[in-house]
């Protein structure tokens, strides 16, 4: 059984910066983050897989955070990071981690098989 742990959100004030959490308990090919608001589906985030040309990890953003967020990983202890920057009021929502063995689409959370709690990001002056 795969487990994934999230941590991290709260709410600061926008501009401001937070960073969430997501382990996995066993390594898997994808990883990503994707988020969701009442009524709404939810949205990939960002996502990290393994590339091969070059080798090493590839990264993928949805239009509304790329150059403002930052998705890593630590292969040696199955986790990922988000550091999210410059937050504005339009990226409150409820965030979610999950994994899969594969995703041929890496912001497609119907790709993703395994998902973490959730955690609440709350950006309002």
């Known amino acids: 059984q795969v487990e994934v742990v999230q941590s991290g959100g709260g709410s600061v004030a926008p501009g401001r910066s937070l960073t969430l959490t997501c382990t996995s308990s066993t390594r898997l090919g994808c990883m990503g983050w994707f988020r969701q608001t009442p009524g709404q589906e939810r949205e990939g985030v960002a996502s990290i897989r393994p590339g091969v040309h070059p080798a090493g990890y590839r990264s993928y953003y949805g239009v509304s955070v790329k150059g403002r967020f930052t998705i890593s990983r630590d292969a040696a202890t199955n986790t990922m990071y988000l550091q999210m920057n410059g937050l504005t009021p339009e990226d409150s929502a409820m965030y979610y981690c999950?994994?899969?063995?594969?995703?041929?689409?890496?912001?497609?959370?119907?790709?993703?098989?395994?998902w973490g709690q959730g955690t609440q990001v709350a950006v309002s002056s």
């Open positions: 999950a994994a899969a063995r594969y995703c041929r689409d890496a912001l497609e959370p119907r790709d993703y098989n395994y």
